[in-house]
């Protein structure tokens, strides 16, 4: 059973920083592209920052210049640097991968998410 784990959500006030992890665990044979979205209340999710297992980065418009995504790959843990962060940045934030599991003599990639962290910004 696969399973990512965020943390590092929390309040902090406009122009600060936050860093936030992402663990995935499990029967993991590989993990393709790690990637964070984010999600307000009555919206679309949408794609924040991506990375694959090369360390190509793709961002959002949004966040270009000001968010940073890395991943550990030994660790299997995606992070994202949020720097100069802005009350309109105040969303709940996923995590999301493409995860290879072997089963029996079979391998699987499949898409799992993350159960959300909130980050609030606000003076």
């Known amino acids: 059973q696969v399973q990512l784990v965020e943390s590092g959500g929390g309040l902090v006030q406009p122009g600060g920083s936050l860093k936030l992890s992402c663990a995935a665990s499990?029967?993991?044979?590989?993990?393709?592209?790690m990637a964070w979205f984010r999600q307000a209340p009555g919206h679309q999710r949408e794609l924040v920052a991506s990375?694959?297992?090369?360390?190509?980065?793709t961002y959002a418009d949004s966040v270009k210049g000001r968010f940073t995504v890395s991943r550990d790959n030994a660790k299997n843990t995606v992070y994202l640097q949020m720097n100069s962060l802005k009350p309109e940045d105040t969303v709940v934030y996923y995590c999301?991968?493409?995860?290879?599991?072997?089963?029996?003599?079979?391998?699987?990639?499949?898409?799992?998410w993350g159960q959300g962290t909130q980050v609030t910004v606000s003076s």
């Open positions: 990375i694959d297992y090369r360390g190509t980065t």
């Open positions: 999301n991968a493409d995860i290879r599991t072997q089963e029996e003599r079979r391998y699987y990639l499949r898409n799992y």
């Open positions: 499990g029967s993991i044979v590989s993990i393709e592209t």
